[in-house]
């Protein structure tokens, strides 16, 4: 209906359904550690609010209640605590809220210049990966979770969405190059890369690819 929206596929039966009946656009989701939530922004009126959706019993609790872009929100591993972007500064900043508190007041963590988006808490929940656009240019990079020890791995034209892997010790994400040889157009593909920095390598694809998201551990 020419309005994006929230689906959940089922990857078995390849039959899917669309999350809530929301007046709004919802994107940006993502499952809780337990499977029994997902969380995601629905935009109203030219802003965005983050919103968790029960599936015990389809009720919906808003997170972030103002008129700014709040955006990507990711559960810490406990799924007490929840990390996402917000403009609400001015520019896209890194913000926490806890879940447990009776007022849910967002934290502000990162304070730079730049633009901080697509945070994403670790299995281990020591570290948050994410975007930093500055000066035109992305990087993916690593922090610990109160903001501090800023590392950024890899720097590119385009690239975002990182996704950490089960150990805590490698990232994907996905990059855009310039796909002709004459440099006209441009290709998505999915990267990988240790949190060290080290190793970083393309992921082989038939087409291309983007926003990739690491499972968890598979039990057999």
Do not use: C
């Not at 972030?64 to 990390?83: E, G, L, Q, Y």
């Amino acid at each position: 209906k020419n309005r994006p929206a929230v689906y959940i596929l089922n990857i078995n039966s390849r039959k899917n359904k669309k999350l809530g009946n929301f007046e709004g656009m919802s994107f940006a989701p993502r499952f809780s550690p337990s499977g029994d939530q997902i969380i995601f922004s629905l935009t109203k009126k030219g802003s965005s609010n983050i919103y968790i959706l029960s599936f015990a019993n389809n009720k919906t609790l808003q997170l972030t209640n103002n008129k700014h872009i709040n955006t990507s929100p990711s559960f810490s591993p406990d799924a007490k605590k929840v990390v996402f972007s917000s403009d609400r500064a001015g520019k896209q900043n890194l913000y926490i809220i806890s879940l447990n508190a009776v007022k849910k007041t967002a934290k502000r963590i990162t304070f730079g210049k730049w633009i901080y988006g697509t945070p994403v808490w670790a299995p281990r929940g020591d570290l948050f990966a994410f975007t930093l656009v500055r000066k035109g240019r992305f990087y993916i990079g690593v922090m610990r979770i109160d903001g501090s020890g800023e590392r950024l791995l890899t720097e590119n034209y385009y690239q975002e969405a990182p996704s950490w892997s089960p150990n805590g010790r490698v990232l994907v994400f996905y990059r855009e190059t310039k796909a002709g040889t004459k440099g006209e157009g441009f290709s998505a593909k999915l990267w990988s890369i240790d949190i060290t920095g080290y190793n970083e390598r393309r992921l082989k694809t038939e087409t291309d690819a983007s926003d990739p998201s690491w499972s968890s551990l598979l039990s057999k």
